[in-house]
Structures are given as C-alpha cells and as structure tokens.
C-alpha cells in the first residue's frame, strides 16, 4: 500500500520478536558483543515476542480486504521501527521470512531514537517494549503503548482480529480519571451524570479505533458484517448504571461503533479478557496490564494521564 493512503502500525523488534536473551547481552556485555551475537545467530529464527500475533492478524484483514478490494491501497502497513543496528537485520529479516510476514518497510537507527521517524513515516500506532520510547511518541503525540507478553500461552484466533481498549486516558482523555484520583468516586458518579450529553475529549487511542471502524465498514459494505475480520471491544472499570451512558454517547457522537462495551463496575478485568482473547488489551493502568498479564493477555500500557503521576509515586 502507498503509505499516505494506509494505516501505518510501527513495532519494534523487541516487541515483534523474542529478544530478551539479547537484550541481556546487549546490557551485560555491550552494544558490540550484542551485534557480533545477533551475527553468529543470524540464522537461528526469533521466537514471537508479543506484538506477534497481533501483527499476523493484521495481515489476514489485510488479505481478506485484497479479495474484496483488490484495487484498494487503504489497509495495514507494518514498518519495523527499531533503534538496532543495520547488521542486524539480516537475523530481523530471515526470522520475518521465516513466519511469512509481509514487513517490506524497516527504519533502523543505529543507536539513536527512532521517534522523529515515527511522524515521517506517518505512523497510526507504535507499539514497543521500551517504555521511555512509548512515553516519548505519546509526547509527539502518537498512539503509542508499551508490549507486555502474557505469563501463558494462549490460543488466538488466527480469522479475526481482536482489539481491547480501556475507555478512560485510552480512547478517551483523562478527565474523568482526575475526578476519581483527586475527588473521589461518589463526586465522579455525580459529574458524570450531570455531564452525560457533553461528549469526553478524545484520549490518545481514539485515532486507532477509528481506523479499525473505517477499516470494518469496508466490510460491512461488502454484506461481510457477520463475517467481519476485526472486532474491538471496550473493557472499562466503570459501571454501567452510574458512569455508562457518557462513554457510548461519546462514541455515538464521534460516529464510531465499539462491537462489545463491558462495563466492570470496579471488577478486576482479567477473567473477561480471558473469555474474549484480544490480539491485544490497551489500559493505562500498570494494575490492569499485570492482572491480565498473570491470566495469559497480551497488554499493552498506554503511559496517559493522571494514573502515571500515581503509580509512580506508589
């Protein structure tokens, strides 16, 4: 696809790949005796890291928009975006053959941040297992989230894509969050009922949600809707009762559709992310990240709003 026309999802190569031994290496020893093992290893294939299967099921909506849409360059492009050094590539490129992923797009930066690329190369989400990168894209303002491989091995579906986003200081801005963290719950229930019609202000996420709307309507006008390669969902701690109405009038209003909306009520989320199996589970919680994590979901931190100010201090 021409990059201006598609949407550009940006991964590192610690969060595609399995890296951790290397990243050992590369801490332990230095950035020398890293390069000359990623050499010695060129040939001896990467296991999955965890922006893996979501990356493969990337490419199966994007093979299934080429059967319907065969002159349309509006799908997935998948850049590796990665501050490795060029001789390292060549382990990169023989493990991405290896699974038969379509990744013709690499940026390596030898050493330097790759962020200023990320605006260049027009990037809709970067995804990472460097936390001061993930925080530094946020601050350019792109949708950025820190990889986080789950503590199981589950079974994912390999014909849909599924993505699971948290409502506040994701898809959504902060500003309920900070009713909650500096005034408390029973003042939140009460804001956000007063507020209800006034839609939020969007959060860091609401552009990739609207670039999987854009991308299931395709779909959808092809009579496909039941057989939609791509279904999200909203995983949110609030309550249906008290807090609910505001969140699916906002989207309402932004003309965006959510497949599933789940609403906790405070309820930890692990055991429902575990019925759905997302591809991937954005939260701007660590909490929320761990607790998946521990019952087998991929998550992704999105380093957002106040919750940061707090778990640092805790």
Same mark, same amino acid.
């Given at each position: 696809?021409?990059?201006?026309?598609?949407?550009?999802?940006?991964v590192?190569?610690?969060a $595609?790949?399995?890296?951790?031994?290397?990243?050992?290496?590369?801490?332990?020893?230095?950035? *020398?005796?890293?390069v000359?093992?990623q #050499?010695?290893?060129?040939?001896?294939?990467?296991?999955?890291?965890?922006?893996?299967y979501f990356?493969?099921?990337?490419?199966?909506?994007n093979?299934?928009?080429?059967?319907?849409?065969? *002159?349309?360059?509006?799908?997935?492009d998948?850049? %590796?975006?990665?501050?490795?050094?060029?001789?390292?590539?060549?382990?990169?490129?023989?493990?991405?053959?290896?699974?038969?992923l379509?990744?013709?797009?690499?940026?390596? @930066?030898?050493g330097?941040?790759?962020?200023g690329? $990320? /605006?260049?190369?027009?990037?809709?989400?970067?995804?990472?297992?460097?936390?001061?990168?993930?925080?530094?894209?946020i601050? +350019?303002?792109? +949708?950025s +989230? /820190?990889?986080?491989?789950a503590?199981?091995?589950?079974?994912?579906?390999?014909?849909?894509?599924?993505?699971?986003?948290?409502?506040d200081?994701?898809?959504?801005?902060?500003?309920? *969050? #900070?009713i909650?963290?500096? #005034?408390?719950?029973?003042?939140?229930?009460?804001?956000e009922?007063?507020? *209800?019609?006034?839609?939020?202000?969007q959060?860091?996420?609401?552009?990739? %949600?609207?670039?999987?709307?854009?991308?299931?309507?395709?779909?959808? +006008?092809?009579?496909?809707? %039941?057989?939609?390669p791509?279904? @999200?969902?909203?995983?949110?701690?609030r309550?249906?009762?008290?807090?609910?109405?505001?969140?699916?009038k @906002?989207?309402?209003?932004?003309?965006?559709?959510?497949?599933?909306?789940?609403?906790?009520?405070?309820?930890?989320?692990?055991?429902?992310?575990?019925?759905?199996?997302p591809?991937?589970?954005?939260?701007? #919680?660590?909490?929320?990240?761990?607790?998946?994590?521990?019952l087998? /979901?991929?998550?992704?931190?999105?380093?957002?709003?106040?919750?940061?100010?707090?778990?640092?201090?805790?």
């Open positions: 696809p021409k990059p201006q026309n598609a949407i550009t999802v940006a590192s190569s610690r $595609l790949f399995d890296l951790v031994e290397e990243r050992r290496i590369y801490e332990e020893q230095g950035v *020398e005796k890293y000359e093992y #050499q010695d290893n060129e040939n001896v294939i990467l296991k999955p890291g965890p922006a893996f990356v493969k099921a990337l490419e199966h909506v093979a299934r928009l080429l059967e319907l849409y065969p *002159e349309d360059e509006e799908r997935f998948i850049v %590796l975006m990665t501050n490795n050094h060029a001789q390292v590539g060549v382990r990169l490129i023989n493990s991405i053959n290896h699974y038969g379509t990744i013709e797009r690499f940026c390596m @930066t030898g330097q941040s790759p962020i690329y $990320l /605006t260049a190369y027009l990037t809709n989400l970067y995804l990472s297992a460097d936390s001061e990168k993930v925080q530094e894209a601050e +350019a303002g792109i +949708a +989230a /820190t990889m986080f491989t503590n199981k091995d589950v079974a994912y579906s390999d014909t849909q894509l599924r993505v699971a986003f948290d409502g200081a994701v898809i959504f801005s902060d500003e309920s *969050e #900070q909650v963290k500096e #005034q408390g719950l029973d003042r939140f229930f009460e804001h009922q007063q507020n *209800e019609n006034k839609p939020l202000a959060g860091p996420l609401k552009g990739f %949600l609207e670039d999987l709307g854009k991308i299931q309507k395709k779909f959808c +006008a092809k009579n496909e809707r %039941l057989n939609c791509i279904r @999200t969902y909203l995983v949110t701690a309550s249906a009762a008290s807090s609910g109405a505001r969140v699916l @906002t989207l309402r209003s932004w003309g965006l559709e959510i497949d599933e909306a789940l609403f906790l009520a405070g309820a930890p989320k692990g055991p429902v992310l575990v019925k759905i199996r591809h991937i589970f954005f939260d701007d #919680q660590m909490f929320h990240v761990e607790g998946a994590q521990k087998g /979901t991929i998550a992704a931190h999105v380093p957002y709003g106040i919750a940061q100010k707090y778990h640092k201090s805790s």
